[in-house]
Structure formats: C-alpha cells, structure tokens
C-alpha cells in the first residue's frame, strides 16, 4: 500500500520557521522524484520545490527561492521542506508528491502564517 504522509504543519508568526516531513512506504523512494507543492484557499495548486530521485538537484518557485530548501534522505525515504522567513502569502495545505513510474501524493499538512 503506497503512502505519503506529511507532518510538520502548523501555526507560525510571520518571519518564522518551519520544517515539513514527508515519509513514502510502499514503492521504492529512491527511484522517485519528489515534490512540494501547495493550495491556499481559492487558489490552484502550485509547485514549490521540486529534488531528483539522487538528491543532486533541485528547483524552486520564484516565490520561494532563498527561504525554502527541499532535501531528502532516501535511507528513511523521507523527504524535507526547511521553510524560513515564513510570509502570510505562504499560508496554504502543503503536498509531498512522488512522480517517478508511477504518480503519487499525499493528503497534505496545513501551514498557516499569521501574528
């Protein structure tokens, strides 16, 4: 059975940190592309950083370059989302996506911004 389950959500002031978990079972994690991506309200999801299967490379929305940093570690099969400088704009339910042979996601983790 394939899962992704995110953890690490939460309430934060603006100018804050947070650190977003994403744990895979079920399929073989090293093999996978992983993803973040993010929904506010009325809003279409969006890509927010995206890391290869070896970990060697990365890619980032504008709006995040310089104060998200994805990473992963295939020996957990986890992968991270370090969010710092937190704004309110960033507030949104956060998704770790899989996308390799087959095309997965997880069920997300509400991250909200505000004073």
């Known amino acids: 059975q394939v899962q992704l389950v995110e953890s690490g959500g939460g309430l934060v002031q603006p100018g804050g940190s947070l650190r977003l978990s994403c744990v895979a079972s079920?399929?073989?994690?090293?093999?996978?592309?992983m993803s973040w991506y993010r929904q506010a309200p009325g809003k279409e999801r969006e890509l927010v950083a995206g890391i290869n299967a070896y970990g060697t490379s990365t890619n980032y929305a504008d709006s995040v370059k310089g104060r998200f940093t994805i990473s992963r570690n295939n020996a957990k099969n986890t992968v991270y989302l370090q969010m710092n400088s937190l704004k309110p704009e960033d507030t949104a339910v956060y998704f770790c996506?899989?996308?390799?042979?087959?095309?997965?996601w997880g069920q997300g983790t509400q991250v909200t911004v505000s004073s």
């Open positions: 079920g399929f073989t994690f090293s093999n996978y592309a």
């Open positions: 996506r899989a996308k390799g042979y087959a095309d997965y």
